[in-house]
């Protein structure tokens, strides 16, 4: 995921600039590190107790609307960032970086 990302965001600032690097950086860093940390932590769960994942997932959902909620408004209100390149940006790894987890629980669930 972490190759793939900084991959990604290479070509994204050679095809849109350099002038957008920063927003696509920054708009790809919070939903990598959310994803990177909650497999990891869901992978050792369901090693350790399958039956202990589901109120990890309930807790670490709460605490990732919090995160990104501040991450976002942070990242707009004080750093400064302009605001289409950094949400196009967040919202293209946000929804590609679940959507890779996603498909990483499902193999993980079925046992492989």
Known sequence: ?????LGSSLAAVAV???ATGLEVLLGMLAP???VSVSWVLTERTFARDPAGLMPLMM???AAKVVFFGGYVAFMLK???LRPVPFVVSFTSYFIALYFIEALLMRRLFAGG
């Open 78 to 80: 004080v750093v400064g």
């Open 32 to 34: 990598l590190a959310a």
């Open 1 to 5: 995921m972490v190759a793939g990302s």
């Open 16 to 18: 849109s600039g350099r």
């Open 59 to 61: 807790s670490a959902f």
